[in-house]
């Protein structure tokens, strides 16, 4: 069975600043997808961003940026010019067979203005 | 397009007491889940169904029941709560391409007393 570890239970980014969010994950496959989520207070789960394992490029959506190292089964999110609305738990989560999504623990991050 | 709705949002319940919840998608979705969500622990699959009139067991089943009866609805009953089942409870459903990720519900409280 896959399993995601998030290391980082909280962190805390400056305004304007960058900060990372740390993935490990274990797989038998080798045709995956990985995705980080957003989830504010609200409670709502929004997908921030996917990456296709077969794709060696990192996906990038405006701000938010990952770090995928397939070998070292890595996937970090990175959150440029952090925002106050940044504010949210963040979980990452790898798509196994069966479309079965598996999430880790989740990271607190918290922005200071 | 309402996407994923759950209801109810909010419920308490007395230990011993059983209550359905459900999840009901209009986008044609052929994989539907439920997880829940506790602190520390991320969200953890306990059951999902594949299609109309099947389901399966997650990695926490236990005290909970599911039906598909139709396509666009799947219900997660419990027929005896426990306080052990306090939690956040979200239903999700893809149609069946891994790359997009889910579409979440907006959960629902459960506090059992």
């Known amino acids: 069975a896959q399993t995601v570890t998030q290391s980082q239970p909280e962190m805390s980014v400056q305004e304007a600043e960058t900060v990372t969010l740390s993935c490990t994950y274990d797989?038998?496959?080798?045709?995956?997808?990985l995705f980080w989520y957003k989830q504010p207070p609200s409670r709502q789960m929004i997908l921030v961003i996917r990456?296709?394992?077969?794709?060696?490029q990192n996906a990038t959506e405006n701000r938010f940026s990952v770090n995928f190292q397939k070998a070292a089964k890595s996937f970090s999110l990175k959150i440029s010019d952090s925002q106050l609305g940044d504010a949210a738990m963040y979980f990452c989560?790898?798509?196994?067979?069966?479309?079965?999504?598996?999430f880790g623990a989740g990271t607190i991050l918290r922005v200071k203005s | 397009n309402a996407g994923v709705t759950q209801t109810p949002k909010f419920r308490v319940l007395k230990t011993g007491q059983s209550m359905t919840l459900l999840c009901a998608q209009d986008?044609?979705?052929?994989?539907m889940y439920w997880y829940r969500q506790d602190p520390g622990m991320g969200l953890r699959l306990i059951h999902y169904?594949?299609?109309?009139?099947?389901?399966a067991k997650g990695e926490v089943p236990d005290g909970y029941n599911v039906s598909r009866l139709k396509k666009q609805n799947f219900l997660l009953g419990l027929e005896s709560a426990a306080p052990s089942q306090t939690s956040v409870y979200f239903c999700?459903?893809?149609?069946?391409?891994?790359?997009?990720?889910?579409?979440f519900g907006s959960g629902t409280r459960l506090t059992v007393v």
């Open positions: 990456q296709e394992a077969y794709k060696q």
């Open positions: 169904s594949v299609g109309e009139g099947t389901t």
């Open positions: 986008m044609n979705h052929e994989y």
């Open positions: 999700a459903s893809i149609k069946g391409h891994r790359d997009y990720g889910y579409t």
């Open positions: 989560a790898s798509m196994e067979y069966g479309n079965k999504l598996v």
């Open positions: 797989t038998s496959e080798s045709d995956y997808y």
